[in-house]
């Protein structure tokens, strides 16, 4: 892929799961973003669909997950709650590190997709 190409949604989504599957061979990580709290930002749904990413990249299992994921709930629902995972991650990680990021929150507002 040279610079000027965009990634594929295909490419998006294998990056991010494979991604949160990573952060879970990492101590810190793992103690930073054990407890995510979906509800607070995203509907029960979303929320749902977020929980069952998360634990599966618990169980270093969500790569693995990718054509499951998919037939499930389709690649635009995946690939937007498989980033979302990946947003509230960073800002558990920034919270346990009493260190705010003020575009994550903003990035975390659903009302901004």
Do not use: C, N
């Amino acid at each position: 892929m040279t610079p000027d190409e965009e990634p594929t949604p295909a490419q998006i989504i294998g990056t991010t799961l494979s991604l949160l599957d990573s952060w879970f061979e990492d101590e810190v990580l793992t103690g930073a973003i054990a407890r995510p709290s979906f509800t607070e930002r995203w509907d029960e749904e979303s929320s749902k669909i977020m929980y069952e990413i998360f634990e599966r990249a618990r169980e270093h299992r969500a790569f693995d997950s990718y054509s499951e994921f998919i037939g499930r709930w389709g690649g635009l629902v995946v690939m937007t709650f498989a980033i979302g995972v990946v947003f509230e991650g960073l800002y558990a990680w920034s919270e346990d590190d009493d260190y705010f990021v003020d575009v994550a929150d903003e990035l975390l507002d659903p009302e901004a997709w």
